[in-house]
């Protein structure tokens, strides 16, 4: 790989992360994200960590432009009986920019307010017209890198913030725990990197920080929580974490191995519930069968809600002294 390989790392609002034909979505049309997966490596179980404001999208991009923990990486201001909240980013993380632009990058930033995109109402034809939308600007972006001859020396990040639940689980939007609002993509394609890689070791978003700082050969600063999936690239590793985790505000907490999935669902005065779930993912991949109350799962879930308890606690979670489990 080149010393110096360009940067291209695009991030989209609101995508699942099965809403991509090559990942098995057969009404989709995505030739675009179809052709980066077959040129690069896709992780399949990637999840954003959550945030502290009903707009996921705030915390979430600074986790991701931070490399840090949902519950440090904003400075969140609350209400707590209706929720009002606003997250933005510590003036103490460098951003990935900043690291970037120290190692001597020149580096930019540009998009466009999704409030410039005509409305949708929510149809499943309406949202296949705006992914296939949305992958061919992705085209044309990979095309010019093409025709200028940057491509092959221009690593290709692509990610979302988050998902959508669009009608799962009786809900529309980010603000859960299910699986289409926590899951979203993450393809890394380019110069040094493996060519049709799925890969389904957990992953989060706040990664991709700490694995570009390492393929441009550059130090992650101190503050980066994430960790870098390079080993996960050529078999040195099969994982780089047990555990994956997010967070939703003051209602839910949630942790998965990769087959089980603990929610962890609390009251907030008048609001919430003060309940917990479990499902196995591999059998139950909609998560319609809660199992908490079966006396054969109760190891899974002391095991899940240790690992819970311990990310709130090492996190600075304001919930962390919350017990998961009833004793």
């Given at each position: 790989?080149?010393?110096?390989?360009?940067?291209?790392?695009?991030?989209?609002?609101?995508?699942?992360?099965?809403?991509?034909?090559?990942?098995?979505?057969?009404?989709?049309?995505?030739?675009?994200?179809?052709?980066?997966?077959?040129?690069?490596?896709?992780?399949?179980?990637?999840?954003?960590?959550?945030?502290?404001?009903?707009?996921?999208?705030?915390?979430?991009?600074?986790?991701?432009?931070?490399?840090?923990?949902?519950?440090?990486?904003?400075?969140?201001?609350?209400?707590?009986?209706?929720?009002?909240?606003?997250?933005?980013?510590?003036?103490?993380?460098?951003?990935?920019?900043?690291?970037?632009?120290?190692?001597?990058?020149?580096?930019?930033?540009?998009?466009?307010?999704?409030?410039?995109?005509?409305?949708?109402?929510?149809?499943?034809?309406?949202?296949?017209?705006?992914?296939?939308?949305?992958?061919?600007?992705?085209?044309?972006?990979?095309?010019?890198?093409?025709?200028?001859?940057?491509?092959?020396?221009?690593?290709?990040?692509?990610?979302?913030?988050?998902?959508?639940?669009?009608?799962?689980?009786?809900?529309?939007?980010?603000?859960?725990?299910?699986?289409?609002?926590?899951?979203?993509?993450?393809?890394?394609?380019?110069?040094?990197?493996?060519?049709?890689?799925?890969?389904?070791?957990?992953?989060?978003?706040?990664?991709?920080?700490?694995?570009?700082?390492?393929?441009?050969?550059?130090?992650?600063?101190?503050?980066?929580?994430?960790?870098?999936?390079?080993?996960?690239?050529?078999?040195?590793?099969?994982?780089?974490?047990?555990?994956?985790?997010?967070?939703?505000?003051?209602?839910?907490?949630?942790?998965?191995d990769g087959r089980w999935k603990l929610i962890r669902s609390?009251?907030?005065?008048?609001?919430?519930?003060?309940?917990?779930?479990?499902?196995?993912?591999?059998?139950?991949?909609?998560?319609?069968?809660?199992?908490?109350?079966?006396?054969?799962?109760?190891?899974?879930?002391?095991?899940?809600?240790?690992?819970?308890?311990?990310?709130?606690?090492?996190?600075?979670?304001?919930?962390?002294?919350?017990?998961?489990?009833?004793?």
């Amino acid at each position: 790989m080149a010393p110096h390989p360009n940067i291209l790392l695009l991030v989209s609002d609101d995508h699942r992360g099965d809403a991509i034909a090559a990942l098995g979505e057969p009404l989709l049309r995505t030739p675009h994200w179809d052709a980066l997966i077959a040129r690069g490596v896709c992780f399949t179980r990637n999840r954003h960590q959550g945030g502290n404001s009903g707009a996921v999208c705030v915390p979430t991009r600074a986790a991701l432009h931070s490399g840090r923990g949902v519950h440090r990486c904003t400075i969140d201001q609350f209400r707590r009986g209706d929720l009002e909240a606003t997250s933005t980013l510590r003036p103490d993380s460098p951003t990935l920019g900043q690291t970037f632009g120290a190692a001597g990058y020149d580096t930019f930033m540009t998009g466009k307010w999704h409030n410039d995109i005509p409305s949708l109402n929510r149809s499943s034809s309406d949202g296949r017209g705006i992914l296939s939308h949305q992958d061919a600007q992705v085209g044309r972006i990979l095309d010019a890198l093409g025709r200028t001859g940057q491509l092959d020396r221009t690593i290709v990040v692509y990610t979302g913030d988050h998902g959508l639940a669009i009608g799962r689980h009786g809900l529309m939007g980010k603000q859960n725990l299910y699986e289409p609002s926590v899951r979203v993509p993450l393809v890394l394609a380019g110069p040094g990197l493996p060519e049709g890689l799925r890969h389904g070791a957990l992953t989060h978003t706040i990664d991709v920080y700490p694995t570009l700082c390492e393929l441009a050969g550059i130090q992650a600063p101190d503050t980066v929580e994430g960790i870098s999936l390079t080993p996960l690239f050529d078999g040195r590793a099969d994982s780089v974490r047990d555990l994956a985790f997010c967070a939703y505000c003051f209602f839910h907490r949630m942790a998965t191995d990769g087959r089980w999935k603990l929610i962890r669902s609390y009251r907030d005065g008048n609001e919430g519930t003060d309940r917990v779930q479990l499902f196995d993912l591999e059998g139950d991949p909609d998560e319609l069968r809660d199992q908490a109350r079966d006396p054969n799962q109760r190891d899974v879930m002391r095991s899940l809600a240790a690992g819970l308890t311990e990310w709130m606690k090492a996190g600075d979670d304001p919930l962390a002294d919350v017990p998961v489990l009833a004793s």
